[in-house]
């Protein structure tokens, strides 16, 4: 191992020294927690009954803490903007190596399969685990499997340009319309009654806004693929 | 022995130590290695023991998932759904932002042709 | 039970992690490295958190160790 002889001693020791303190501090700190806390997530539980929705995770990410999933993807957008900065290029990119005839056949067979999970995944998030972001890089990945197996596929731009601009401009509109007419952004103002919960059609705008999100997701994470994958010239 | 390892403060002892545990490994890489790719990864390492701490903290033993199954009808004896959303968005974000580092690394060695930090020297003189 | 699960897989994920860092080459510090992800989402589903398992499963094994994949291939390093 020869990492050995570019560290010195002295920064070991003090590593390992205040390893050992961190540890023992935190050890004798959380032993003394009261097994019985009253958190924010019980009261949250409670109110969660009036929406109808029957994931609990689902509907504090969409409805109770909306506007941090609207920051989320505000974050996600400057990402997927840097990295097409960096890596796009306008000459053909000509790719040398194509894949086996195996790998042909069986992505040809796995496309629609992989497609029809992700689509699944999206639109049943607020029923069962899953949801938007989930479903999205499932979606992602099949299209991942199609880019390394034939040598011309592309996603073409106009494409994606548009299901992005779509989906983040309805997303606020959602919101603004809940502005005007419940007095509060990103309110509830479909029908969303406690006797439909586990239904597909329940709990008002919180699938809906569950797909849009997916949607958004999904195209951005196919083009960071695709910029990942072609470059120039090199492959 | 079974018993003495399902009481809680035992699995809070073994959470903590084991999430730190992780976290100084992750540190040390980040300190001893020498390649630009291997220091993101241990970057990696130390939000996901991060993660882990997090949500094992709030483990209860005797409590359910918060989803409602097909025979319940109410909303009790469920965990906290707060913390698991907010490790969602974190898990997201933290992934965007490695993405954009490696790709600034990968145009870095297009551009001079090193990997190595020590010898990264260009704007020293 | 759970308690021994969470012990073998902890002390499983800290060596699986010390052994990703101190590897040679980087293709075999990068399959290790979906290992941790691997221990990371048997964790997650003993805690009762199936959102965050989910959600792990697929960014962390899947997209996280593709873009560690990618720029191996064009860092121009032999596998």
């Known amino acids: 191992m020869s990492f050995k002889r570019e560290v010195p001693t002295t920064v070991m020791s003090g590593f390992a020294l205040s390893g050992v303190l961190v540890l023992t501090i935190l050890n004798i700190l959380l032993q003394n927690i009261p097994t019985k806390i009253q958190t924010a997530g019980d009261e949250l539980l409670k109110l969660n009954s009036s929406e109808g929705v029957a994931n609990a995770v689902t509907s504090v990410v969409v409805y109770f803490r909306g506007f941090d999933t609207l920051g989320e993807i505000a974050v996600l957008f400057i990402a997927s903007l840097g990295i097409g900065l960096m890596l796009e290029s306008n000459s053909k990119c000509d790719i040398k190596a194509e894949g086996n005839f195996m790998l042909q056949t069986a992505s040809k067979l796995l496309f629609p399969i992989i497609m029809l999970f992700g689509i699944y995944v999206m639109i049943y998030g607020h029923l069962s685990p899953g949801g938007g972001f989930q479903g999205g890089v499932i979606i992602a990945s099949g299209i991942l499997l199609l880019l390394i197996s034939h040598k011309n596929f592309e996603v073409p731009h106009s494409v994606i340009i548009w299901l992005e601009t779509l989906a983040g401009v309805s997303y606020v509109l959602i919101g603004l319309i809940g502005l005007v007419v419940l007095d509060k952004f990103l309110g509830n103002f479909l029908p969303n009654d406690i006797s439909n919960m586990g239904l597909l059609l329940s709990g008002g705008i919180i699938p809906i806004i569950y797909i849009i999100v997916g949607i958004k997701v999904g195209s951005e994470m196919s083009m960071i693929v695709q910029n990942l994958i072609k470059r120039d010239g090199d492959v | 022995m079974f018993e003495f390892f399902n009481q809680p403060e035992v699995i809070k002892t073994i959470v903590t130590i084991g999430s730190m545990a992780l976290f100084f490994v992750g540190l040390f890489g980040l300190l001893t290695q020498k390649h630009l790719i291997k220091i993101f990864m241990s970057i990696a390492i130390m939000e996901t023991a991060l993660f882990l701490l997090f949500i094992g903290l709030m483990y209860k033993k005797s409590f359910l998932a918060p989803i409602l199954s097909d025979g319940q009808t109410g909303f009790t004896n469920m965990n906290d759904p707060i913390p698991h959303a907010m490790i969602l968005t974190a898990i997201v974000i933290g992934m965007a932002v490695l993405a954009l580092g490696v790709s600034f690394a990968i145009e870095y060695y297009k551009l001079t042709g090193k990997t190595n930090i020590d010898e990264m020297t260009s704007l020293r003189h | ?79």
Do not use: N
Request: glycine share 10%; charged share 10%.
């Open chain 3, 1 to 79: 039970m759970t308690g021994i699960l969470i012990l073998v897989t902890f002390v499983g994920l800290v060596v699986i992690a010390f052994a990703s860092i101190i590897q040679k080459k980087l293709a075999d510090s990068i399959i290790l490295f979906m290992g941790v992800g691997l221990g990371s989402v048997i964790l997650f589903f003993t805690f009762k958190a199936p959102d965050v398992a989910l959600t792990e499963a697929v960014i962390g094994a899947g997209i996280s160790s593709l873009i560690f994949l990618m720029a191996l291939k064009h860092l121009g390093e032999r596998a």
